[in-house]
Structure formats: C-alpha cells, structure tokens
T-cell receptor, first 114, second 115 residues
Framework: ETGVTQTPRHLVMGMTNKKSLKCEQH?????MYWYKQSAKKPLELMFV???????ENNSVPSRFSPECPNSSHLFLHLHTLQPEDSALYLC?????????????FGPGTRLTVL | AQSVAQPEDQVNVAEGNPLTVKCTYS??????LFWYVQYPNRGLQFLLK??????LVKGSYGFEAEFNKSQTSFHLKKPSALVSDSALYFC?????????????FGAGTRLFVKA
C-alpha cells in the first residue's frame, strides 16, 4: 500500500450527525489533500494543506471543515451533511505542493448520508 | 483555463493485445502530466509522469505514455494487456495558478481486458 491510511473505511451518517474522517501519512510528506470522488464525475479537489497551512479551499461548503494539526495528520469534520454529499472521500499526500510532485492516495472513506 | 479530457468512458481490449487510453489537456504554461490507476475499493495509485525531457515516459507495470506537445496529448499505452490491468485510469495535469499548483483530473477511463 501507499503509506497513506484513512479511517473509517466506511461511514453511514444521518443529516444531523457530526462525524470526522481521519487521514495519516507515514511518508514524511509536507502537503496533504482532500478529494471527493462521486460516481460519473471527475475527482474534485476540496482542500490543500502545505506545511500545515491551508493553501486551497475549492469553494467547499462550510459543512465540511478540515483540520491539519501537523504534517502527518489531516481531518475532515462533517456536520449537517446532505444526501448529495455521499461519495468516496480520498486523502492524498505529496512531498510539497510543487508542480512535479507526485501525490500518494489513501484507500478512501466511503460516506453515505441518509 | 486548464483542463483534461479523457474522451473514452470505457476501453475494451483482449488479453495480449496492445492498449491505448487517450488523454488530451489544455494548460496555460508548461504541463506536468500524470497517469494514475484505481482498482476497486482502493485509492489512486501513481503510474507515471511527464515533467520534461524525453517524450516517451515509462512507468509501473509495463505502462508507458507519450507526450505530444503539438497535439496536446498524453496517451497511456501498454504493448500487451493483462486481465489484471482492468481498472479505472485517470489522467491528470498540474498547472500553476494564482494559489500555487493545482491538479486537475480527467473523468477517468474504465479499461476492461478480456481473457
């Protein structure tokens, strides 16, 4: 595997719940990313953190709240989600956020919002 | 604006035959181009990338891709397909914008290799 782990792998939640997704990378990288993968749609970049600082928020609704306490850990806090938020949420990391940088992905969290 | 197009939703190939998965791109500057593969219930795995230099890039599992600047293409190829190559393939481009580099992924092409 890639050295990027995500928990939980599956999550079912109601629209009024609050939950968090966790990502951890063991590669010594400095940049971390959240992506949303929905059926029949391209991967959507949500957030980018580089050296623990958020450098990208791709117009993501405020019901998604990221947190990056250090370069190895990234969280996505979820509250009052909608059914259309059901998707595979992928975390990735890279050495930094330069152009030639290769991203390494975790296995994803399959989220279902009822 | 930068973009990536994968014109085929699905490619079907017989085992042992050569395969091609197409990708075209549009960027404002010099492109950094990537191919990733996704197997069921897994994240994306890096296959290969073009940064600069030789237009033919060799990657993992016998895959290669050819950068063609005039046609703005970066097609993925393999001389002899295996059933285990069946997966979802994503082309991606990194381009520098005002906030730094962004990766834009294509919609993906599902490859089926039949025994």
């Amino acid at each position: 595997e890639t050295g990027v782990t995500q928990t939980p792998r599956h999550l079912v939640m109601g629209m009024t719940n609050k939950k968090s997704l966790k990502c951890e990378q063991h590669l010594g990288h400095n940049a971390m990313y959240w992506y949303k993968q929905s059926a029949k749609k391209p991967l959507e970049l949500m957030f980018v953190y580089n050296f623990k600082e958020q450098t990208e928020n791709n117009s993501v609704p405020s019901r998604f709240s990221p947190e990056c306490p250090n370069s190895s850990h990234l969280f996505l806090h979820l509250h009052t989600l909608q059914p259309e938020d059901s998707a595979l949420y992928l975390c990735a990391s890279s050495q930094d956020a330069s152009g030639s940088d290769t991203q390494y992905f975790g296995p994803g969290t399959r989220l279902t919002v009822l | 604006a930068q973009s990536v197009a994968q014109p085929e939703d699905q490619v079907n190939v017989a085992e042992g035959n050569p395969l091609t998965v197409k990708c075209t791109y549009s960027v404002s500057g010099n492109p950094y181009l990537f191919w990733y593969v996704q197997y069921p219930n897994r994240g994306l795995q890096f296959l290969l990338k073009y940064i600069t230099g030789d237009n033919l890039v060799k990657g993992s599992y016998g895959f290669e891709a050819e950068f063609n600047k005039s046609q703005t293409s970066f097609h993925l190829k393999k001389p002899s397909a295996l059933v285990s190559d069946s997966a979802l393939y994503f082309c991606a481009v990194r381009d520098e914008g005002t906030g730094g580099f962004k990766t834009i992924f294509g919609a993906g092409t599902r490859l089926f290799v039949k025994a």
